[in-house]
């Protein structure tokens, strides 16, 4: 199901890497457009209504762009966005393996069963026409289906051939779930990134409490406002990431379940071990 190919060419290589540049280019261009030139106005505009009219209203807005304004925030946004967008090219992938339901790839007739020596032609069969068609190729539900007919030919064992096709769903399992761990990483160092602009924060204010004393405040209400602003932003887009992987892992396993009710119910369930006496009538 995940590409055999682990080369720097795969796409389970590239789309992290390019879905990294996108975000950061995406989100920077919105700083320099818009967040940024808005924060400044607002800043300077409050600064000269606070100096004319201590109690004006607007001294208390926060528009959005404001708490978003430094660093920390902005890098917090890039990777939930770059988690977003790895979420959404596995969320697809998903999607496509789905699409396979559709195809029938075990035909049988209502009421044939099939039997040890009919399940080797069938493996046959159905592994030319996974080559021939490329979109069929490291699917999952063709390699479950070739795993249970094979097993079934081998060892002419029903049991084993469902526990071959278990086997490899499970296995697809963990894969899928592993392939969640950069997702799991970046979930992880968006709050880290806050913390680092609380710490920041904080330390800018540290070092302009002496000119606090003397009545300038403003750096360190500054100071403060990004420690607090990193720790709101990094929370918000931490819970929002989580939210939608835990949506697509979610996906993930019912897919999961759907292949090993599908291989059940269309291949397992119609396997069968002749008996010697059905046997000698299928060959007399």
């Not at 720097?8 to 390019?18: D, M």
């Not at 069938?122 to 069929?136: C, D, G, M, P």
């Not at 968006?190 to 710490?199: D, L």
């Not at 920041?200 to 420690?227: F, P, Q, S």
């Amino acid at each position: 199901m995940i590409s055999r190919n682990k080369g720097i060419f795969s796409l389970e290589f590239l789309v992290p890497i390019i879905a990294f540049v996108f975000s950061v280019g995406l989100v920077y261009a919105i700083y320099h457009y818009y967040v940024t030139p808005h924060a400044d106005a607002f800043l300077i505009k409050r600064r000269i209504i606070m100096a004319q009219d201590p109690n004006n209203e607007m001294i208390r807005e926060r528009p959005a762009y404001i708490v978003i304004k430094d660093l920390e925030p902005k890098w917090e946004i890039i990777f939930c966005l770059w988690g977003m967008i790895v979420l959404g090219y596995k969320l697809k992938h998903v999607t496509n393996e789905r699409r396979l339901f559709k195809q029938d790839f075990v035909r049988v007739q209502p009421g044939e069963r099939i039997i040890p020596e009919d399940a080797l032609d069938r493996y046959k069969e159905l592994k030319l026409a996974v080559e021939r068609e490329s979109r069929w190729r490291e699917r999952l539900l063709p390699e479950c289906v070739l795993a249970a007919l094979h097993r079934f030919h081998a060892t002419s064992s029903v049991q084993d051939a469902a526990n071959a096709m278990r086997e490899r769903s499970e296995l697809a399992n963990d894969e899928l779930d592993s392939s969640l761990g950069l997702v799991r990483y970046i979930a992880w160092a968006i709050p880290a990134i806050g913390f680092i602009g609380t710490v920041r924060g904080i330390g800018d204010a540290l070092n302009h409490a002496e000119a606090a004393i003397h009545g300038d405040i403003a750096e360190v209400t500054g100071g403060l406002g990004l420690a607090f602003n990193s720790t709101f932003v990094g929370l918000s887009m931490c819970i929002i990431l989580m939210f939608f992987l835990q949506m697509v892992q979610q996906r993930q396993e019912a897919f999961i379940i759907e292949i090993q009710t599908f291989c059940r119910d269309r291949l397992v369930d119609v396997m069968k071990v002749p008996t010697k006496e059905e046997a000698g009538t299928m060959f007399s």
